[in-house]
């Protein structure tokens, strides 16, 4: 059964860069989509980046494109999304999330297979 272990949120100043993993174990992630997914408080839970299965499909949502870079290492079981001049308003708890049935379901519609546990992201200074 596959399980999903994120890692790498923490503190940043406004402007600073971050790097997020998402490790996979008991299953390889080369036969699944995988996404990123992050939740506010008082917020709704949003899509941030999707990555399709072979890495040569993308999306982001608007408000990261051009700072956020989505990448897999299927070699690792490891997929990373690369957050650079973070903003206040990107603090949010962030998930990452296996999908089956495309890159517009699983960012858009949030249909996830398995979800991982979540590390937070601060951005402040």
């Known amino acids: 059964q596959l399980q999903l272990v994120e890692s790498g949120g923490g503190l940043v100043q406004p402007g600073g860069s971050l790097r997020l993993s998402c490790a996979a174990s008991g299953l390889t992630l080369d036969s699944y989509d995988i996404g990123w997914f992050r939740q506010a408080p008082g917020k709704e839970r949003e899509g941030v980046s999707c990555?399709?299965?072979?890495?040569?499909?993308?999306y982001y949502a608007n408000s990261v494109k051009g700072r956020f870079t989505i990448s897999r290492d299927n070699a690792r079981n490891t997929v990373y999304l690369q957050m650079n001049k973070v903003k206040p308003e990107d603090t949010a708890v962030y998930y990452c999330?296996?999908?089956?049935?495309?890159?517009?379901?699983?960012?858009?519609?949030?249909?996830?297979?398995?979800w991982g546990q979540g590390t937070q992201v601060t951005v402040s200074s």
């Open positions: 990555i399709g299965s072979s890495g040569g499909s993308h």
């Open positions: 999330a296996s999908g089956s049935h495309g890159l517009f379901s699983l960012c858009e519609l949030s249909q996830a297979d398995v």
